[in-house]
């Protein structure tokens, strides 16, 4: 049995950060937002600034300092919001931010906290309170709106890098063991309402201890931090021309691309997360991949054995096949079972599973692109590696159409090393990146 295996493991100390009052200039080593998710508080932190590659002049942004127009909706939304957030940026920092659609500035993305080693834009760290909140009125208005979903779920993964933050500081740097406080409870039975009750409460207040270029941070921006997360536009915002917005950090890739006054595709979507599920000191629980997890679960849990069979793998995956520098890397032959031969409950609920990733876009777009998926259902694939269980390293399950491209795989846990965590990526057989590259 041949094994797919792309082992990022990793390590990085990021300290806890300590939150600022609203509208304080921030320093390089403290910077911070309340960034609001649902009822969540993000606290930004972490220093550090990537070098951005081929940058659009200044003069290209149509800059407008308008209020904010409560009829503009869809792509007339997202414009402004993003002239907005620009017009708070110095010429220096505009410099980082819109960058030229270059294929090599596309794909610079990664599910690892390398910071700008491996991805452009500029840093969330390294600006004040005005422009995060700038910046945040932006994802919100490119991003889905449905909860658990899009603008939601982006929000929980950056809180969960917070976690990992505190998590290595509070052990002194060391990954928890068996003994840390965040326990996957999910067991082999579950199929369709998985019920991860994993807390993992910091404790850590410690102002930050890392100096520039250690792991808590510094010119490489990277570690473990709810502040190491970047956005660029590739191509200059406007509601006619070619563009993207491209944001993300550990465990988080967003690109969102735009043709023509419309959205021209939403992929590759990176996300994963750990710990799978935590409660915060205020009782609030968050488990951002589980209505994904859910969905999968009740396909597999919905197949005969003969489907399964069909639709199991040979190979085995620790990883998603088409992660970070994977472009175009499709199977040529696809495997499992084909969606045809299923009946129409089955083929519903592979539906609502998509539904899951696509709705990372604005409500209209994922409509649209949903309607596409579906046409092209009867010709899509399921496949599976592992178990159907999704509670062990290895378990995977995939959806593969003529468009449609999703993998949801269960890996070891990194800092919590007593338990799992989930990586998932969505991509598009013709979408990727707007469709603007060939690879």
Not at 19 to 43: D, H, I, K, W
Not at 72 to 89: C, H, I, P, Q, W
Not at 124 to 142: D, M, Y
């Amino acid at each position: 049995m041949r094994t797919i295996r792309r082992d990022g493991r990793y390590g990085h100390l990021m300290p806890t950060m300590t939150p600022v009052t609203t509208g304080q200039r921030l320093s390089p080593r403290s910077r911070a937002l309340l960034f609001t998710a649902t009822a969540t508080v993000l606290a930004f932190g972490a220093a550090g600034c990537g070098a951005p590659t081929t940058s659009v002049p200044a003069s290209a942004l149509v800059a407008a300092n308008t209020t904010s127009s409560t009829n503009k909706t869809g792509l007339a939304a997202v414009v402004e919001a993003s002239t907005a957030f620009l017009n708070t940026l110095t010429d220096a920092q505009r410099s980082e931010v819109l960058l030229g659609l270059t294929k090599e500035n596309a794909t610079a993305w990664s599910n690892l906290p390398c910071g700008s080693t491996c991805r452009v834009g500029i840093q969330f760290s390294t600006l004040s309170a005005t422009q995060l909140a700038a910046a945040e009125k932006l994802l919100k208005t490119a991003l889905g709106t449905k909860t658990g979903t899009g603008y939601d779920q982006v929000s929980q993964i950056i809180l969960a890098d917070g976690v990992l933050g505190e998590a290595e500081s509070s052990s002194g740097g060391t990954a928890p063991g068996s003994g840390a406080t965040a326990t996957e409870t999910a067991t082999a039975t579950e199929t369709a309402t998985p019920t991860e009750t994993s807390t993992a409460t910091p404790t850590s207040s410690a102002a930050p201890t890392g100096a520039p270029g250690d792991g808590g941070g510094g010119a490489a921006g990277g570690g473990y931090s709810t502040g190491n997360y970047y956005l660029a536009f590739l191509g200059t915002p406007s509601k006619t021309g070619t563009w993207e917005l491209h944001f993300g950090g550990h465990h988080l890739a967003v690109n969102i691309s735009y043709a023509k006054g419309k959205v021209a595709g939403g992929s590759p979507f990176f996300i994963g997360v750990e710990p799978t599920s935590w409660t915060t000191s205020d009782g609030t629980t968050y488990s951002p991949l589980a209505k994904m997890r859910s969905s999968m679960l009740k396909i597999t849990s919905s197949l005969s054995t003969s489907q399964l069979a069909k639709a199991k793998l040979t190979e085995s995956y620790t990883d998603v096949l088409l992660g970070p520098d994977e472009d175009g890397q499709f199977p040529t032959t696809k495997s499992g079972v084909k969606v045809s031969s299923l009946t129409h409950k089955q083929q519903a609920l592979i539906m609502k599973a998509i539904k899951q990733w696509v709705s990372v876009n604005d409500n209209a777009a994922a409509k649209a692109l949903l309607k596409t998926y579906k046409k092209e259902l009867t010709k899509t694939y399921v496949s599976y590696s592992g178990t159907t269980a999704l509670t062990t390293q290895g378990d995977y399950v995939r959806i593969d159409g003529p468009s449609v491209w999703i993998e949801f795989v269960v890996q070891d846990g990194f800092v919590y090393q007593d338990q799992v965590h989930y990586h998932t990526v969505w991509r598009d057989h013709t979408r990727d990146y707007g469709g603007e590259f060939s690879f």
